[in-house]
């Protein structure tokens, strides 16, 4: 499809279905505030992951999830 791509974005969820704001915030803010453990360290591509994982969770209802983020497509030209 050509139409744009539908896609949650993790910290906007929070943001405007939690905290009732457009002030972004931090992967780790949104651990602190759902109470979440920190058992591995953050910065790391799996532990992101693993923590945005869980903070996605936390958010999965009809009312947050409302909040869908679109992406175009894009085309890349690779140069031989």
């Given at each position: 499809?050509?139409?744009?791509?539908?896609?949650?974005?993790?910290?906007?969820?929070?943001?405007?279905?939690?905290?009732?704001?457009?002030?972004?915030?931090?992967?780790?803010?949104?651990?602190?505030?759902?109470?979440?453990?920190?058992?591995?360290?953050?910065?790391?591509?799996?532990?992101?992951a693993?923590?945005?994982?869980?903070?996605?969770?936390?958010?999965?209802?009809?009312?947050?999830?409302?909040?869908?983020?679109?992406q175009?497509?894009?085309?890349?030209?690779?140069?031989?």
């Amino acid at each position: 499809s050509n139409g744009p791509i539908k896609y949650y974005d993790v910290q906007k969820l929070f943001s405007l279905g939690i905290m009732k704001d457009k002030t972004r915030k931090t992967l780790e803010f949104a651990i602190d505030y759902f109470q979440i453990e920190k058992d591995v360290p953050f910065h790391r591509a799996f532990s992101d992951a693993y923590y945005t994982a869980k903070v996605f969770k936390k958010l999965a209802n009809p009312d947050i999830l409302q909040f869908v983020s679109f992406q175009r497509n894009q085309m890349v030209l690779l140069l031989a």
